[in-house]
C-alpha cells in the first residue's frame, strides 16, 4: 500500500517563498500529483511528476526524488490567496488511477 | 471551474435513509472517479469507473454503489446512512483512465446526516 506525510500546517509571509514536503512510502510508484484546495472547495490540479527532476510552472514548482520517495512543492512569491491546504497524492501501480492522497499541509500566508 | 458538474451542492438527511448524487464528467472524459472526504479521514477513495465499467475499488462500503451511465454521468448511492456518512462527496473525471492521467474535480456534494 501507500503511506504518505505532509507536514500539517505552515505558516509564511506574503511575498516568500515556501517549500511544502512530502515524503511517501508504497510497493509501486506512477507519479505525484500536488494539488490545492481552499476550504469546503474542490481539489484543484498543480502539478505532476513522475520522473526524478524539477518542474516549474510559473510561482509554483515541483520537485521529486523516486530512490528516497520525496516530493516537495515550492510557492514563490507568495499571495494572500495561497493560504489553503495542499495535498500530495500518489498513482499506484497497476490498473486504474485511484489516487492515494495524503491528509493535506494547511499553509496560512500572512501579511 | 473544472468543468465536473455535480449535484445536489448540499444534502441533509436522516440515518438510516439513502440519498443519490450525480456527477457529470468533463467534455470528452471517459473516467469518473468518487471520492469522500471527512474531516478526520482526509480525502479518501471510493471507485473509478471509465466508460461505463468498473475500473478499481477503494474502501467503498457495502451500503454505497455507483454506477456509470451510457453517457458517462455518474451516480453514487448511499444508503441505510449513518451520522459517520457526513462528508463532503467529490467526483472527479479524467481523460481515459491511466495512473498518469490528471483528475479534475468537481465542486462537491455536502451530505449532512442527522
Known amino acids: 500500500g501507500q503511506n504518505i506525510d505532509q507536514p500539517t500546517e505552515m505558516t509564511a509571509t506574503e511575498g516568500a517563498i515556501v517549500q511544502i514536503n512530502c515524503t511517501y512510502q508504497t510497493s509501486g510508484f506512477n507519479g505525484l500529483f500536488w494539488y490545492q484546495q481552499h476550504a469546503g472547495e474542490a481539489p484543484t490540479f498543480l502539478s505532476y511528476?513522475?520522473?526524478?527532476g524539477l518542474e516549474e510552472k510559473g510561482r509554483f514548482s515541483s520537485f521529486l526524488s523516486r530512490s528516497k520517495g520525496y516530493s516537495y512543492l515550492l510557492l514563490k512569491e507568495l499571495q494572500m490567496k495561497d493560504s489553503a491546504s495542499y495535498l500530495c497524492a500518489v498513482s499506484p501501480p497497476g490498473g486504474g488511477n485511484k489516487l492515494t492522497f495524503g491528509t493535506g499541509t494547511q499553509l496560512k500566508v500572512e501579511l | 471551474d473544472s468543468g465536473v458538474t455535480q449535484t445536489p451542492k448540499h444534502l441533509i438527511t436522516a440515518t438510516g435513509q439513502r440519498v443519490t448524487l450525480r456527477c457529470s464528467p468533463r467534455s470528452g472524459d471517459l473516467s469518473v472517479y468518487w471520492y469522500q472526504q471527512s474531516l478526520d479521514q482526509g480525502l479518501q477513495f471510493l471507485i473509478h469507473y471509465y466508460n461505463g465499467e468498473e475500473r478499481a475499488k477503494g474502501n467503498i462500503l457495502e451500503r454505497f454503489s455507483a454506477q456509470q451511465f451510457p453517457d458517462l454521468h455518474s451516480e453514487l448511492n448511499l444508503s441505510s446512512l449513518e451520522l459517520g456518512d457526513s462528508a463532503l462527496y467529490f467526483c472527479?473525471?479524467?481523460?481515459?483512465?491511466?495512473?498518469?492521467?490528471?483528475?479534475?474535480f468537481g465542486p462537491g456534494t455536502r451530505l449532512t446526516v442527522l
Open positions: 472527479a473525471s479524467s481523460l481515459a483512465g491511466g495512473p498518469t492521467d490528471t483528475q479534475y
Open positions: 511528476n513522475v520522473l526524478d
